[in-house]
């Protein structure tokens, strides 16, 4: 039962990181729109799924609050500021999604920086809790002891910057496979330099974990299997390279989507078996049997594959393009 709430959880976050992930990425590219025209065929990308997308973390802090309370407790003591920051970014570009369309031609300006601000603070934030657990909290025996800004650190922010690069390159890929404007065009321009510059990230991040020789370096020496999942993302990353090198459209979005699941499947079988590195095992996080039985006859026997489902029929009712094929 521990093990299914632990592959509900998972499941749960990788769902998210795709598709949130995406349009964050197209509200932080929102900025660089060339006209009110183009903004307008970047948000109608995102329009029928954007609130359904935010769901699935909504998703994900229910299963830790009611699977592995200790858990979400550590979280929310360490992490108490990036998240009120991340919720408050993903409030403040939703409130400007809804009114952005309902200001005065000469007021729209604040709705538009909101959104793109929002989308950065949500995404900055992501990527700093996901750099502090990489480096390591602070625990004193099994407590955090870090502090209110125990998560801060020069390595964290890289992090944070590098999901916001990851996130726009996912929101780039997505605008190529849905508009045929030059929303597109302009996309595909921005896809290389996105691409440049994650790799980038990538290398120091790599060279970072072993002049620091963190913790987390030693699992992946330890267990070489876990090079699959690289192994795997840079054949989506080659795939990437020749689609955009051919100007092929078709595998951009999924080349990008795969680099971020190996990505999330090398950090997850990283961290195995804790669940806060390296203070918090599994074991130890999870509820009483009785209380993650009692979430299986509901959460997780119904609302979960309901909720695929309707992403799913979703997804497929809204497939296609949007725009116009002139906009610009």
Not at 186 to 191: G, V
Request: charged share 10%; glycine share 10%; net charge neutral.
């Amino acid at each position: 039962m521990v093990l299914f709430w632990v592959a509900l959880l998972a499941i749960s976050i990788l769902i998210y990181l795709l598709l949130d992930g995406f349009d964050l990425g197209v509200g932080m590219l929102f900025g660089l729109a060339g006209s009110e025209a183009a903004r307008d065929t970047m948000l109608d990308t995102v329009a029928p799924v954007w609130d359904g997308n935010e769901t699935w973390l909504v998703v994900a802090g229910v299963i830790l609050w009611g699977a592995f309370p200790l858990v979400y407790a550590t979280l929310l003591s360490a992490f108490y500021l990036p998240v009120i920051i991340m919720l408050l970014g993903l409030i403040l570009r939703g409130v400007a999604f809804e009114f952005r369309h309902r200001a005065a031609p000469q007021f729209r300006w604040i709705w538009d920086v909101s959104f793109v601000g929002g989308s950065f603070a949500a995404s900055f934030m992501q990527g700093v809790t996901v750099g502090a657990l990489v480096q390591g909290l602070k625990f004193t025996d099994g407590a955090y002891v870090g502090g209110i800004l125990g998560w801060l650190s020069p390595f964290s922010l890289l992090c944070g910057i590098g999901l916001c690069l990851g996130y726009a390159l996912l929101g780039a890929s997505w605008l190529v496979q849905k508009c045929r404007s030059g929303v597109r065009d302009r996309a595909r321009r921005q896809i290389p330099g996105l691409a440049l510059a994650v790799l980038a990230f990538l290398i120091i991040v790599f060279a970072h974990a072993l002049i620091e020789n963190l913790p987390i370096m030693h699992r992946w020496l330890d267990r070489p299997y876990l090079f699959v999942f690289p192994a795997v993302g840079a054949l989506a990353a080659a795939v990437l390279a020749s689609s955009i090198l051919r100007h092929n459209d078709r595998w951009l979005f999924a080349a990008v989507a795969v680099i971020f699941v190996a990505a999330f499947g090398t950090l997850a079988l990283s961290f195995w078996p804790y669940m806060i590195p390296f203070a918090i095992t599994i074991e130890d996080a999870a509820a009483p049997h009785a209380s993650l039985a009692f979430m299986f006859w509901g959460e997780g026997l119904f609302v979960f594959p309901l909720m695929v489902l309707y992403v799913a029929i979703g997804y497929r009712v809204f497939r296609g393009k949007v725009g116009t094929t002139s906009g610009h």
